[in-house]
């Protein structure tokens, strides 16, 4: 079992940034990629971006890409996904998963972290 726990979300003004963690209970190397996703209630669950252990990243829509980044940390076992440009659309709750092999579903979620963007 992988216990995922994310950190870093809060409250911003739009145009402001916040960074989430996203930290790995244990050793992940055997697992493919980690993901953000975000959610808005009463909405579909968004894809943020992922990244694999080895670096490749992807990111969701093109407002996200220019905006957002991705990266790991291996020695601590986490992800983050740094958020620059905030805009009152990017408050949603925001997961983090683990895909623990390439092709397969993200099959280890975190519990989710709260991001609020005021106008």
């Known amino acids: 079992q992988v216990q995922l726990v994310e950190s870093g979300g809060g409250l911003a003004q739009a145009g402001g940034s916040l960074r989430l963690s996203c930290a790995a209970s244990?050793?992940?190397?055997?697992?493919?990629?980690m993901g953000w996703f975000r959610r808005v209630p009463g909405k579909e669950r968004e894809f943020v971006a992922s990244i694999t252990w080895s670096g490749g990243s992807t990111f969701g829509a093109d407002s996200v890409k220019a905006r957002f980044t991705i990266s790991t940390d291996k020695a601590e076992n986490t992800v983050y996904l740094q958020m620059n440009s905030l805009k009152p659309e990017d408050t949603a709750i925001y997961y983090c998963?683990?895909?623990?092999?390439?092709?397969?579903?993200?099959?280890?979620w975190g519990q989710g972290t709260q991001v609020t963007v005021s106008s």
């Open positions: 998963a683990l895909q623990s092999h390439a092709g397969g579903p993200y099959d280890y």
């Open positions: 244990r050793r992940t190397f055997s697992g493919y990629r």
